[in-house]
């Protein structure tokens, strides 16, 4: 079998890629490990950039994202029982973000590529990828009990964190730059209406809280807790006081979130890394196979799209003009912007949350960072212009 782009991973990534080239005109095939169910299912952020909602629209998955998204012109931080709006267009000449769970995203676009796409097959578990350096990478997998290759003109890893693409970069010419941070973040669904209409990030004494949400009806809330914590320690009552107790403000103690059934609860581990380069020869990186960030800054989606969005434009280039410049710079080109958006998720994470092992003195700046931000224009146009995410050419 053959193929000119072989994807590996149906995330985000490798949907989105999938539906840039069917759209483009250039066939792929994708190869996904887990179940549709699986996939579909996964519990994610869920804030989408102006970029990603564009090229979501342009890629045939407008529809839902359109009537069910929520557009949202700010966030509120929270910090010394003070509250600060952040006017994102205000600050940003007009840019906002919105609200809609990965889940729907997937949804849309698996519809989408099994209506009208080119192959997309679940179950289908990639070993190794060979001859990156070669005019015909293949991909091997197995596939309903048998072993199969995939011959491609290019492979593309969207294959996550713990994907086998990687490994087609030869360990001597592969770099991976990590933090890994001393807490993580117990997530919960809830059936119970958000008690804000924008997000709240809030720094207390207590450890970092974000009230978000995934619709009218439904609350997405996390709590900062020490590594290795087990769910089961925390029981939904529990979960709540903590909450309210964060989201404390000085003005209105008496303010608490609404509660509801909790419908699922976990936790995550905050982790920055980035793998350089993210291209071997004929061999492509995107999404988390070559980066994450903490939730902190909700950039872990919107970064995954642009790489996706540069890579598709890259390969339309080259069927249109024979010219490799655009997939050449590929690898440049995304890692200017994964290692702002690095910067940033650190920034927001290490200025909300409290490390464990924290002076006051550490205390006392992250105070002093989080007035300015409150006090400062310049300083909550950084913050605006970092949240919603660097403008990219239109699709
Ligand atoms: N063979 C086939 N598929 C694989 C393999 C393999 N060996 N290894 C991993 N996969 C699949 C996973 O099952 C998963 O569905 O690759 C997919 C990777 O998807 P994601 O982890 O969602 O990564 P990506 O598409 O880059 O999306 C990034 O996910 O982690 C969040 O915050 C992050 O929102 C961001 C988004
Ligand atoms: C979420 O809704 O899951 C979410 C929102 C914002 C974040 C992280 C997660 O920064």
């Not at 010419?173 to 709240?200: F, K, N, Q």
């Not at 207590?206 to 029981?235: E, H, I, K």
């Amino acid at each position: 079998m053959h193929t000119t782009v072989g994807i590996i991973g149906a995330g985000p990534a490798g949907l989105l890629l999938a539906r840039l080239l069917h759209r483009a005109g250039i066939d792929s095939v994708v190869l996904e490990s887990r179940d549709r169910d699986y996939v579909e299912q996964r519990q994610r952020a869920g804030i989408l950039e102006q970029a990603t909602v564009d090229a979501l629209r342009a890629a045939g998955a407008g529809g839902r994202l359109d009537a069910e998204g929520i557009p949202h012109d700010g966030i509120e931080l929270r910090h010394g029982g003070r509250a600060t709006r952040i006017d994102f267009p205000g600050l940003t000449g007009g840019r906002r973000v919105w609200v809609y769970a990965q889940t729907e995203v997937v949804k849309d676009l698996v519809a989408l590529q099994l209506a009208e796409g080119g192959p997309l097959h679940f179950e289908a578990e990639v070993t190794a990828v060979h001859g990156a350096d070669t005019d015909r990478p293949t991909i091997r997998y197995t596939h309903q009990g048998r072993e199969r290759i995939l011959s491609c003109d290019y492979v593309v890893g969207c294959d996550g964190f713990h994907g086998v693409t990687r490994q087609a970069v030869p360990a001597a010419e592969r770099r991976t730059h990590e933090r890994v941070y001393p807490y993580s973040w117990l997530g919960i669904l809830a059936d119970a209406p958000p008690v804000y209409d924008e997000l709240i990030y809030a720094h207390s004494e207590r450890g970092f809280a974000l009230a978000s949400m995934r619709s009218p009806s439904v609350s997405r809330l996390y709590l900062q807790v020490p590594n290795g914590t087990d769910p089961a320690d925390w029981p939904d009552e529990r979960i709540w006081d903590e909450l309210d107790a964060r989201l404390a403000l000085r003005d209105t103690a008496g303010a608490r979130l609404h509660r509801g059934p909790v419908t699922q609860k976990s936790v995550l581990p905050m982790r920055s890394s980035v793998t350089e380069p993210m291209r071997w020869g004929r061999v492509f990186l995107a999404g988390d196979a070559a980066h994450i960030v903490p939730p902190t800054g909700a950039k872990g989606l919107n970064l995954a799209a642009a790489d996706v969005i540069v890579l598709a434009r890259a390969f339309a280039h080259h069927r249109a003009t024979g010219s490799t410049e655009l997939l050449d710079a590929y690898s440049d080109t995304c890692l200017r912007r994964v290692w702002r958006a690095e910067h940033f998720s650190y920034f927001m994470t290490t200025t909300l949350h409290t490390d464990p092992g924290q002076s006051g003195f550490e205390t006392r700046l992250q105070l002093s960072q989080l007035d300015r931000i409150a006090d400062s224009r310049h300083a909550a146009t950084e913050l605006a212009e970092n949240y919603t995410g660097l403008p990219l050419d239109p699709v």
